[in-house]
């Protein structure tokens, strides 16, 4: 028999413009569930051995956001929105230059990275489960192990010497999921 692997389809959002990149700090947005097995502890963790200037976007809510509101109120590279309607988390990826998944469980194929690259932005994650087949290292985004500090700090400080690089990208990562389209998902089915 024949047989076919089709990636998720993407969700269908509306068109997004990019914005002109602000000056100051590179600028990570974590999107998703404020929970342990997504990283986020794993993430506040290491932003303090990050020797470069940076500014952390959390948006959504958990198990663990009454830690991240503490962790926010004594540092104030860290920005907690709570949860975030759609068009609000279309604002932060117009602010943002990364998008940040620190998964430490197996992702199948997180929403928040179809969205981020509907945006434009690229994605820093977790090389465990279908995250990486979204991925493409070094083009739409960088790959790291799962819970190792010193590669994810080493790959923040990557992305942030070739930040240019990803920032003249960004029509090439809308263009790359708008082929994961909904109507290009049914008639290839």
């Known amino acids: ?8 389809p993407a969700p269908d959002i509306h068109s997004y413009q990019n914005v002109s990149r602000l000056e100051g700090p590179l600028r990570i947005l974590f999107a998703g569930q404020v929970e342990e097995h997504k ?15 940076v500014e952390l976007h959390i948006a959504g809510e958990g198990a663990l956001s009454e830690e991240v509101v503490e962790w926010a109120q004594r540092d104030s590279r860290i920005l907690y929105h709570g949860f975030v309607s759609l068009e609000h988390l279309f604002d932060l990826f117009a602010l943002c230059d990364v998008t940040v998944i ?3 469980c197996y992702e199948n194929s997180p929403t928040v990275i179809y969205e981020s690259f509907q945006a434009g932005i690229p994605v820093i994650a977790s090389n465990i489960g279908g995250v990486g087949e979204l991925i493409e290292h070094g083009k739409n985004g960088l790959l790291f192990e799962p819970g190792n500090e010193v590669e994810f700090i080493e790959t923040v400080k990557q992305f942030d010497r070739e930040l240019s690089e990803y920032r003249s990208r960004s029509e090439s990562i809308k263009q790359r999921v708008q082929a994961l389209s909904v109507q ?4 290839q089915l």
């Open 1 to 8: 028999s024949k047989m076919v692997v089709l990636p998720n």
């Open 39 to 53: 990283g986020i502890r794993f993430l506040l963790k290491t932003l303090n051995q990050i020797d470069i200037d």
């Open 102 to 104: 620190p998964s430490l």
């Open 184 to 187: 290009k998902y049914l008639d």
